[in-house]
């Protein structure tokens, strides 16, 4: 497996899936959480499995359906091209289940034409400001009026939101901070900045759907294209 954030090629055991070369593959270990990438198979071999690290995951990368130009985003307005339990996995290992509890109390937080209403401290606007101009908004969602995003911090974090027109509320991101915070206020820039070029350009298909869902040009590229062999795209 080569690992781009490591610069490392390593060998890991695997008797759990069926691998090919190029795939998107999670271990366990020291590089547990990181993606990877299968450069080899073997199937000849004699190996000490205490010396040896298991694969223990594989990401669904396989994308069909039409994607649209949206400035530094793709966009596509079909359900089952990015859906977002797909591309959660293109980012984050599968986690171990764990329980959390949520309060919902529908009050409307800001107004996207708005969002100096988040009254959020200089600090967190400029951060917030900064992941947006950087793309760090990888992947966003609205499905009705329930959105949901994945912004890159420290590690990749999940927002959640419910948008009714340009009014967004329960806004919560999975930092669990009490307050309104960086990753949250970049998700919603993202936001305006996707419904501008739905509006300007792709009006039609989003009233028909009344779902989108746009993804960074350059991860989509790296994780669901520059390994496939075969397939083919229309522009």
Same mark, same amino acid.
């Given at each position: 497996? *080569? ?12 008797? #759990? ?35 040896? &690290? ?20 793709? =966009?596509? $307005? ?5 859906? *977002?339990?797909? =591309? &959660? ?10 329980? +959390? ?9 800001? /107004?996207? /034409? ?5 009254? =959020? ?5 400029? &951060?917030?400001?900064?992941? *947006? ?12 009026? +329930? ?6 911090? #420290? ?5 959640? $939101? ?13 930092? $669990?901070?009490? *307050? ?16 501008? $070029? ?27 294209? /520059? ?7 229309? =522009?």
């Amino acid at each position: 497996m *080569y690992f781009p954030t490591k610069n490392r090629t390593l060998g890991y055991y695997n008797d #759990s899936f069926d691998l090919y070369c190029g795939d998107l593959v999670y271990v366990d270990g020291k590089l547990e959480g990181l993606y990877g990438r299968v450069v080899q198979v073997s199937y000849h071999f004699k190996i000490k499995l205490s010396d040896y &690290r298991r694969v223990v995951a594989v990401a669904d990368t396989e994308v069909h359906g039409t994607i649209y130009l949206a400035g530094s985003h793709l =966009v596509t $307005f079909a359900r089952e091209t990015l859906p *977002y339990s797909k =591309v &959660r996995s293109w980012f984050k290992a599968l986690e171990q289940e764990e329980t +959390y509890v949520t309060g919902h109390d529908s009050e409307t937080i800001c /107004d996207l /034409d708005h969002l100096d209403d988040l009254q =959020v401290s200089s600090a967190i606007a400029d &951060r917030g400001y900064t992941y *947006y101009l950087e793309d760090r908004v990888k992947y966003i969602c609205l499905d009705g009026p +329930y959105g949901r995003a994945l912004v890159q911090g #420290s590690t990749m974090y999940e927002v959640e $939101f419910t948008c009714h027109g340009r009014e967004i509320s329960d806004l919560l991101c999975d930092c $669990f901070c009490s *307050y309104t915070c960086k990753h949250e206020l970049a998700a919603m820039l993202q936001l305006r900045n996707a419904l501008v $070029f739905i509006e300007k350009y792709y009006v039609d298909q989003y009233n028909a759907a009344h779902y989108f869902a746009a993804i960074e040009k350059g991860p989509f590229y790296t994780l669901a294209v /520059d390994s496939r062999e075969s397939g083919s795209m229309t =522009v």
